[in-house]
């Protein structure tokens, strides 16, 4: 874990090998089976979480319907920051796709050895800066982007959720129907 995690990290910024140790060292293993969750709507969320190993899918539960926010593929650093920031129970559900093997560490304490430590709140500050992007990037395909051009540009840019990841939750996730899928699919191919 700790090699992979090294990588990840470095991708957003160089951490000295002693800073990357006391980093790394608060980091406790979680595993989560297939179709287990990590969280679900309702707890308070304090962790923050890298997945290692495995596939997880968030989720939003309304009037019944889940409706897919995100897949979370290893390696990757992921929490609710309405609930740990709020305090609030959080309204995401985190559920495991595959068996993964993920570590938490407690938000508080993160953040305090980040704000010791310039070069990993640099990390930070990147990493955030890069998921905010994504973010926006999916609102503004939501406005512009027709379900068809959504589902292409899922297929060229993250080619492991179309392979990995049910038909069901690829719908969810493009805004769409699983039927208006199949055709999407059909037209395409």
Same mark, same amino acid.
């Given at each position: 874990?700790?090699?992979?995690?090294?990588?990840?990290?470095?991708?957003?910024?160089?951490?000295?090998?002693?800073?990357?140790?006391?980093?790394?060292?608060?980091?406790?293993?979680?595993?989560?089976?297939?179709?287990?969750? =990590? /969280?679900?709507?309702? @707890? #308070? !969320?304090?962790? *923050?979480?890298? &997945?290692?190993?495995?596939?997880?899918?968030?989720? +939003?539960?309304?009037?019944?319907?889940?409706?897919?926010?995100?897949?979370?593929?290893?390696?990757?650093?992921?929490?609710? =920051? /309405?609930?740990?920031? @709020? #305090? !609030?129970?959080? *309204?995401?559900? &985190?559920?495991?796709?595959?068996?993964?093997?993920? +570590?938490?560490?407690?938000f508080a304490e993160i953040?305090?050895?980040?704000?010791?430590?310039?070069?990993?709140?640099?990390?930070? /500050?990147?990493?955030?800066?890069?998921?905010?992007? *994504?973010?926006?990037k999916r609102q503004i395909?939501?406005?512009?982007?027709?379900?068809?051009?959504?589902?292409?540009?899922?297929?060229?840019?993250?080619?492991?959720?179309?392979?990995?990841?049910?038909?069901?939750?690829?719908?969810?996730?493009?805004?769409?129907?699983?039927?208006?899928?199949s055709r999407i699919r059909?037209?395409?191919?």
């Amino acid at each position: 874990m700790r090699e992979a995690l090294k990588a990840f990290t470095t991708q957003f910024a160089p951490l000295s090998d002693e800073d990357f140790n006391r980093y790394a060292d608060l980091f406790r293993l979680v595993n989560v089976r297939r179709l287990d969750h =990590l /969280f679900r709507e309702g @707890d #308070n !969320v304090n962790k *923050l979480y890298y &997945v290692n190993t495995g596939v997880l899918r968030g989720y +939003y539960l309304k009037e019944g319907v889940e409706h897919t926010c995100n897949f979370f593929f290893s390696p990757y650093m992921m929490t609710d =920051l /309405f609930s740990v920031r @709020d #305090n !609030v129970p959080t *309204l995401m559900n &985190v559920q495991a796709i595959k068996d993964s093997e993920c +570590y938490e560490v407690d938000f508080a304490e993160i953040e305090e050895l980040a704000f010791q430590n310039p070069d990993l709140l640099k990390v930070f /500050f990147k990493m955030y800066e890069h998921l905010f992007r *994504l973010s926006i990037k999916r609102q503004i395909s939501f406005i512009y982007d027709t379900p068809t051009e959504r589902y292409a540009n899922l297929f060229k840019e993250r080619p492991n959720v179309i392979a990995e990841i049910p038909q069901h939750y690829i719908a969810s996730f493009l805004g769409i129907q699983p039927e208006t899928l199949s055709r999407i699919r059909k037209r395409i191919f």
